[in-house]
């Protein structure tokens, strides 16, 4: 690769872009919409083991995308607490098949991911940060806060 196609790929991510210059697809610009909610981001905590997070994902440019994965993980999860400690990682008790797949998102559509996050390191009336992101490509990265009661 020479030095001009790194820097545009440089830009294309400090931008919140993500490139996709694979098969058949031409090089373009996505625009991701990225969002994160717990379901629900208030709870009382007695009683309650985990909290579902729901992690989405449109394609808003006028081109299909290409996202290419090395593995069978799809996304990321990653809660710290109110210091700023990780406290929960959701792919470090998973197994993921080494086989590199793709996925396409067509203009418009929607890819949706949940995933349980545990409750037992909380505290309530403090509020924990939640991350999820697709592996390998920071620009999809979203948050959302828990608020235990």
């Given at each position: 690769?020479?030095?001009?196609?790194?820097?545009?790929?440089a830009a294309a991510a400090l931008?919140?872009?993500?490139v996709a210059e694979r098969g058949d697809f031409p090089a373009s610009r996505a625009t991701w919409l990225v969002g994160l909610r717990g379901d629900p981001a208030e709870f009382e905590l007695s009683g309650r083991r985990e909290v579902r997070v729901v992690?989405?994902?449109?394609?808003?440019?006028?081109?299909?995308q290409r996202l290419d994965f090395p593995t069978s993980q799809r996304l990321e999860v990653r809660m710290r607490g109110p210091d700023g400690a990780n406290l929960f990682q959701w792919s470090e008790d998973r197994q993921f098949?080494?086989?590199?797949?793709?996925?396409?998102v067509n203009p418009g559509e929607r890819l949706e991911h949940e995933a349980a996050v545990p409750t037992r390191d909380?505290?309530?009336?403090?509020?924990?940060?939640?991350?999820a992101v697709l592996p390998g490509y920071p620009e999809t990265a979203a948050t959302a806060e828990l608020r235990p009661r």
């Amino acid at each position: 690769m020479h030095l001009p196609s790194i820097a545009w790929l440089a830009a294309a991510a400090l931008a919140g872009c993500s490139v996709a210059e694979r098969g058949d697809f031409p090089a373009s610009r996505a625009t991701w919409l990225v969002g994160l909610r717990g379901d629900p981001a208030e709870f009382e905590l007695s009683g309650r083991r985990e909290v579902r997070v729901v992690y989405s994902l449109v394609n808003s440019s006028r081109q299909m995308q290409r996202l290419d994965f090395p593995t069978s993980q799809r996304l990321e999860v990653r809660m710290r607490g109110p210091d700023g400690a990780n406290l929960f990682q959701w792919s470090e008790d998973r197994q993921f098949a080494p086989v590199a797949t793709a996925v396409v998102v067509n203009p418009g559509e929607r890819l949706e991911h949940e995933a349980a996050v545990p409750t037992r390191d909380m505290v309530s009336g403090r509020v924990y940060t939640v991350e999820a992101v697709l592996p390998g490509y920071p620009e999809t990265a979203a948050t959302a806060e828990l608020r235990p009661r």
